[in-house]
């Protein structure tokens, strides 16, 4: 069966990251499937309103305030005449919320079951327990997902960590790990400079990422081997730390620091290394050491979160989150590269099978067919789940529901649904066979110039033949 799906997050392109990557991905192979996939965002910048992508992926870009790290100000009912519209305007029957941080993911996800939707919720983070952020965000999720029809997670332990701050039956909870596109990540051995080892770094430099303990390792790597230098890609707010360190240290010809980087470039930027660093101190899946693998990068790593389920031993070494542990780690991979006992060029054409997004979405797939089954809860039967989230939140949310439903009563009634038009349908079949007719079009053209250049070779080659003849004589 064939779903309108509306995946909802306030992370997506021109931002640049794993969810990011995840959902267009995920998007584009659903399409190629059959499926109807709208993507409902805030704007970034100018980028506001409808744009069309590959394959005709429509974006709804939103009005909204971002407050952190691209994240949006909560406003409870402030989004609800807008992605009600949205919803009903493209007969959406699945909101795909993304993002345990993303405001537009909550509230697309509320607001979707109270309008009778089905909701399916992906997470790609691991939280603690014990900070005031991982418990105020935790009740938050548990809010979200006492009515959700099916969780999705990218790791093991993923879903462990999940299932502990939602509460959640670990039968309504699927893993489904993250892909890479390894046509985009071809190795390329020349590349990188035969005079040096060096070791790339593309994160976000934020403390999460274990940004400190990178700048711990750094002088002390360099000072043990002289012929390392280190590429980092990325920004944040720890990049002042790493330009005070280079300058500290007089690092400026072995440490470079590239900035923000976008997607299409991280290939060129992976390929110049021999050696890919990830310090991070929390990690659900990790999608860059599996683009930095395919690219032909032997992978160090912190072993957190769900790291150890991503790669096979002996594309990675593995360290603790600690400074000694990380130069110990760093330096065996050196070693290893020096003498040559490792061959990373092999790890594409390993990992093409193992990470693919048709999988992915076929996988996908399956959960929406479970979700779609399902039966929608009454009201009472949705206050009964939100009440038994604590003694206080499940009052405060049952008032939130109760209240969301009579703003969706007065939206009827100021907007009747059937007074919202309905979007047409974007024309796949037809989009493909054109791109398909002129990509033959395009080959028979090459084709055809190659011919008429060969045929001029041969007769220019046939006059100078013959020139040569009579001068000959």
């Not at 100018?46 to 100000?73: M, Q, S, W």
């Not at 983070?125 to 991982?134: E, H, I, N, P, V």
Request: charged fraction near 20%.
């Amino acid at each position: 069966m064939l779903y309108n799906i509306c995946m909802v997050s306030d992370f997506f392109y021109p931002n640049m990251g794993g969810v990011e990557s995840h959902l267009y991905e995920l998007s584009q192979r659903l399409i190629q499937r059959g499926h109807k996939v709208v993507i409902v965002t805030h704007a970034y910048g100018d980028r506001a309103g409808v744009r069309y992508l590959t394959n005709g992926l429509k974006v709804y870009y939103a009005p909204a305030k971002e407050i952190y790290a691209e994240a949006t100000l909560p406003t409870l009912y402030g989004l609800f005449p807008l992605l009600r519209h949205i919803f009903i305007r493209e007969s959406i029957q699945i909101v795909h919320g993304h993002g345990a941080f993303s405001s537009f993911c909550h509230e697309g996800i509320l607001h979707g079951k109270t309008m009778g939707l089905k909701a399916v919720f992906t997470d790609h983070s691991l939280f603690g327990f014990a900070d005031a952020s991982s418990i105020l965000t935790n009740k938050l999720l548990k809010f979200t997902l006492s009515d959700i029809d099916h969780v999705i997670c990218v790791s093991h332990t993923s879903k462990e960590n999940t299932v502990l701050r939602a509460a959640l039956s670990p039968r309504h909870v699927s893993v489904i790990p993250n892909a890479v596109v390894a046509s985009q990540f071809l190795p390329d051995p020349s590349a990188s400079d035969p005079n040096w080892i060096t070791i790339v770094v593309i994160s976000r430099l934020v403390y999460r990422k274990g940004v400190d303990l990178l700048i711990a390792l750094i002088p002390r790597i360099c000072e043990m081997h002289k012929n390392v230098r280190f590429i980092i890609g990325g920004d944040g707010p720890k990049r002042i730390d790493l330009e005070q360190m280079r300058e500290k240290h007089l690092l400026h010809d072995r440490v470079e620091l590239l900035g923000p980087i976008k997607h299409h470039e991280v290939r060129n930027i992976l390929i110049q290394g021999n050696i890919f660093l990830n310090t991070s101190l929390t990690e659900a899946f990790c999608i860059a050491i599996v683009e930095a693998a395919c690219a032909g990068l032997f992978v160090v790593s912190t072993k957190v979160g769900g790291i150890p389920e991503v790669l096979p031993s002996h594309m990675i070494n593995y360290a603790l989150p600690e400074e000694d542990d990380l130069v110990i780690a760093v330096s065996k991979a050196i070693h290893m590269f020096r003498f040559g006992k490792m061959d990373p060029s092999q790890f594409n054409s390993q990992l093409k099978d193992m990470y693919n997004w048709s999988n992915v979405a076929e996988r996908t797939e399956k959960v929406y067919a479970a979700a779609y089954q399902a039966k929608n809860s009454p009201l009472i039967e949705r206050l009964r789940r939100y009440y038994g989230c604590g003694v206080y939140a499940g009052k405060i949310f049952c008032m939130v529901v109760a209240m969301d439903y009579l703003v969706a009563l007065f939206l009827e009634w100021l907007y009747p649904a059937h007074t919202i038009e309905r979007a047409q349908v974007f024309p796949y079949q037809k989009y493909r066979q054109f791109f398909e007719k002129k990509s033959n079009t395009d080959t028979n053209i090459n084709t055809t110039t190659i011919h008429h250049r060969n045929n001029n070779n041969n007769n220019n080659n046939n006059v100078i033949k013959e020139e040569d003849e009579e001068e000959h004589k």
